[in-house]
């Protein structure tokens, strides 16, 4: 008999899955970023099934609430090449089926022999104040984990000065368009 | 009650399902979606060893932090391209982005 | 036993619960039966709240414009908005040609979800909480931002120029006064050191954090307005601009969702800023009677909802470079050294044992002067130019 537990767990396993199998089949860019949604609210579950509650928040704030608006934008931005029924895979589509069936059969024979996978979830050390508590403080600490959390930044603002440098609008000069 | 392999299972799946739409779809913007796909998948990973193998060590938590910031800056960088792209090509198809120079 | 009038709602629950078990049900069935019966009493008195607001709101900014208000359909014309809601449901459903149906229908649906997700994490009393998790604030943020999403996918798929332009300058305004929203937020969490709703508001028992803060509050209210769409910030729906944007193609209920989601969105917010700000359901007596914090926690929203009708009949609409340089040049830097003043003198009070009331006041005291000082420059050098403008012309 499947626990309460289990029954979430594979309601939104199955969810997701689906989700992201019509993520990549689906012709209609818009559908798709719908799709992508979905898929992404369905990790946001399991991380909560999993007892990570600030990941999954930061989950739903990170991918939906940016990454997924800003394809949703870029897909009308580019309007023109994408709302057209044009072919959407390429003539060696199956080349990839290929290469993604064959790495999961070897990854579900790798880990069907690893008996080190088949345990349950030990109990929570702190509880989830202590947690987050933990977390915060790791990432700021000399010792820990300050020097990933520094780069990540330094990251994102190079991402940010970057996109805004790549994305600028084109200026008409007299002769010929050029970058603003 | 879950054992682990189910999660491990799990995001093998979504992680072949992201490998096959970064090959097989013409799209830049579809590749993308893809991409988060795996990116996704490797959190999701990431968490369940957390979890189920060292719950009082918590760099796995920051190790998936981690991940989503460099997810989103991959993804602001990768959209400015296709937007830039567009402007020039009038395509997003990765196809007939094949010529350096016009 | 639990004392009635101590958990009132845990009272119910136990009734429920013993109650269902003895039907023969599984016990964690049971607490996910009652979880879900307790979102489903959550949501639904949330939307019909909507009705009083509604007719609270046409009536308050029709007494600031010198006329009466509704005062036909029932006493002081309570019952309006049922009629208009009875209209609204009997109107045909127009699909526009070439719209792509799923995000047309999805969009209306999106809007009110976000809004009312956002009542889950709302203390109305020391022991109601719906959800007590320990991330309420992040989790209103991303919440709350998942109504952006269905005005783009309103805007976009409804086939129509207008209402296009209106979802893009909606989603930019949004994203845009998003960032100070958040920044602002971060003032509460720091002050109170916890991320959960309930911690912030105990927090709040000697001062409210609108004694220790007033710029992170005032930056939160303004920026959640623009969050909203209300007026002054209503240039995304407003008729005579670009004919109602992104709910140009949405008539019949669809349309009375979109309605329902704002006016509802505008009370959340003054929820919010009475939670976070204000003290939520703090006040005399509350510890011996928690049902006395549902009344503080009503009043307190009641008055800062009457502060938003009232700036919505007092003030001009801003056009939207004004807003976006509003928010960019003046608001995101301010609340910028707000947090890191906040950060500062909440250091100082504890290493120095200072008196916290004082150093917070005495940051913002500062604050206030740099920004003033601030915009005195940054006057004088408009003028100057203007005026060397009109000279050399």
């Known amino acids: 008999m499947l626990s309460l537990l289990q029954i979430a767990f594979l309601v939104a396993a199955f969810l997701t899955i689906v989700s992201a199998i019509m993520v990549v089949t689906t012709p209609s860019m818009v559908h798709a970023a719908l799709w992508l949604i979905l898929t992404l609210a369905g990790v946001a579950v399991l991380f909560l099934l999993l007892n990570a509650g600030f990941l999954a928040v930061v989950q739903i704030a990170v991918y939906i609430d940016a990454i997924a608006i800003m394809i949703i934008i870029v897909v009308m931005l580019t309007k023109g090449a994408t709302r057209q029924r044009i072919r959407q895979v390429n003539k060696t589509w199956w080349g990839g089926a290929i290469a993604a069936l064959i790495l999961f059969a070897g990854l579900i024979a790798l880990f069907t022999q690893t008996p080190a996978l088949a345990v349950n979830a030990p109990a929570l050390a702190m509880s989830q104040e202590a947690l987050l508590e933990d977390l915060g403080m790791a990432l700021v600490d000399v010792n820990r984990y300050i020097i990933p959390f520094e780069v990540a930044s330094v990251l994102l603002l190079a991402a940010l000065i970057g996109s805004i440098m790549v994305a600028r609008p084109l200026v008409r000069g007299k002769d010929e368009e050029v970058e603003a | 009650m879950i054992p682990l392999s189910w999660y491990v299972l799990f995001s093998a799946a979504l992680f072949c399902i992201g490998l096959y739409g970064a090959l097989a779809r013409r799209n830049a913007l579809a590749i993308l979606m893809a991409i988060e796909l795996m990116l996704n998948a490797v959190n999701i990973n990431l968490v369940a060893f957390w979890r189920y193998i060292t719950p009082d060590l918590i760099a796995g938590q920051a190790f998936a932090l981690i991940v989503f910031a460099v997810a989103a800056s991959e993804a602001a960088v990768g959209m400015a391209l296709i937007i830039s792209i567009y402007r020039h090509r009038n395509t997003v198809a990765v196809e007939e982005i094949d010529m350096l120079k016009w | ?393």
């Not at chain 3, 028992?205 to 769409?229: C, M, N």
């Not at chain 3, 009043?299 to 976006?324: L, T």
């Open chain 3, 1 to 393: 036993m639990i004392d009635v009038l101590k958990d009132p709602i845990a009272w119910i629950g136990d009734l429920l619960r013993t109650w269902l078990i003895g039907l023969g049900l599984l016990p964690e069935f049971v607490t996910f039966l009652l979880q879900l019966l307790s979102a489903v009493i959550i949501a639904t008195a949330v939307l019909l709240l909507t009705f009083l607001l509604i007719w609270a709101e046409r009536k308050i900014v029709a007494r600031f414009q010198d006329r009466v208000g509704p005062n036909r359909v029932g006493p002081f014309g309570v019952f309006q908005t049922v009629a208009d809601l009875l209209k609204l449901v009997t109107k045909e459903l127009i699909t526009p040609t070439g719209a792509d149906l799923v995000p047309y229908n999805l969009a209306p649906l999106i809007t009110v979800m976000s809004v009312v997700g956002l009542w889950a994490v709302m203390p109305l009393a020391p022991t109601v909480l719906p959800a007590d998790i320990n991330v309420g604030v992040l989790y209103i943020i991303s919440i709350g931002a998942i109504g952006m999403l269905g005005i783009l996918l309103a805007g976009m798929s409804s086939n129509n120029k207008y209402a296009l332009l209106g979802a893009f300058r909606t989603v930019a305004l949004m994203v845009s006064y998003a960032v100070p929203m958040v920044l602002a937020l971060l003032v509460p969490v720091l002050l109170s050191g916890s991320m959960g709703m309930q911690a912030i508001v105990e927090g709040q028992r000697p001062i409210p954090f609108f004694v220790l803060a007033p710029i992170a509050a005032l930056i939160f209210f303004i920026s959640s307005l623009a969050e909203v769409g209300r007026a002054p910030f209503d240039l995304l729906e407003a008729d005579s601009e670009i004919v109602a944007g992104y709910n140009i193609e949405y008539s019949g209920l669809k349309f009375g969702m979109f309605f329902v989601a704002e006016f509802l969105h505008a009370f959340t917010i003054s929820a919010l800023t009475a939670t976070l700000f204000l003290g939520g359901w703090s006040g005399p007596w509350v510890d011996l009677y928690p049902v006395l914090g549902m009344l503080y926690f009503i009043i307190k929203s009641s008055i800062v909802y009457f502060v938003v009708i009232w700036i919505r009949g007092s003030f001009p609409r801003i056009r939207i470079d004004q807003m976006n340089a509003l928010n960019w040049k003046f608001i995101t830097p301010v609340a910028l050294f707000g947090l890191v003043f906040t950060a500062v003198a909440e250091k100082l009070a504890v290493e120095l044992g200072l008196s916290r009331l004082l150093t917070h006041v005495g940051a913002n005291a500062l604050l206030i002067i740099l920004t003033l000082l601030a915009l005195g420059i940054y006057a004088r050098s408009a003028r100057t130019k203007f005026e060397s403008g009109t000279k050399a012309g």
